[in-house]
């Protein structure tokens, strides 16, 4: 069905679109939330996506579902880069964490919360590009074919940001746990 509807749209079908919104939209949506973490944020950006691609629909070369979740996720995601930029304001770590999104119901989850606060913070200290990378990977669970194509870095170099970033993150996750222990123990003495 969503080959058929690519072929329509390809040929000027605009009616065949909403065949591919339909099929695209909550992948583009999450894709955009997880970096915005708004979500009257998330609703303009992803709307302001969906006229970009209906304006560049000459531009489509999809053949594949696959192919048109990667034109649309470029799209997306080149679209919040200036968007971002634009706006040049961050999400607080405090906003994020309190986020219903983020929101933990088990009171066994509190080290659960503290290692997100950490790994959140840590995050914010991340080049733009890192981050972008290490989310399309982690939270989007795109491959680095995919990520390749919406970043236009190439997969050897995508593999290699996400591996050394999980590294930079796990070491400095472990460097904070320490510090906040050895800090406990002097304030309770």
């Not at 708004?38 to 192919?67: C, G, P, R």
């Not at 981050?131 to 170099?157: G, Q």
Request: hydrophobic share 40%; glycine share 2%.
């Amino acid at each position: 069905m969503i080959s058929s509807s690519l072929e329509r749209v390809k040929n000027g079908d605009l009616e065949a679109f909403s065949a591919l919104y339909d099929f695209s939209y909550n992948r583009v949506y999450a894709s955009i939330f997880h970096r915005t973490l708004d979500v009257s944020l998330t609703e303009d950006i992803v709307s302001e996506v969906y006229m970009k691609a209906i304006k560049n629909l000459k531009s489509l070369k999809a053949q594949s579902e696959w192919e048109f979740i990667t034109w649309m996720l470029r799209i997306a995601y080149t679209h919040l880069v200036d968007t971002m930029r634009a706006k040049k304001e961050e999400t607080s770590l405090d906003e994020m964490v309190h986020d219903p999104w983020y929101e933990l119901s088990h009171a066994e989850d509190i080290d659960n919360r503290g290692s997100l606060e950490e790994i959140l913070s840590f995050m914010e200290t991340l080049p733009e590009r890192d981050r972008m990378i290490l989310t399309l990977r982690i939270w989007d669970d795109c491959s680095y074919e995919e990520i390749s194509h919406i970043t236009w870095e190439k997969v050897d170099n995508c593999k290699k940001i996400v591996s050394r970033t999980l590294a930079k993150i796990s070491a400095n996750v472990a460097h904070m746990f320490i510090i906040s222990l050895i800090l406990s123990y002097v304030s309770h003495r």
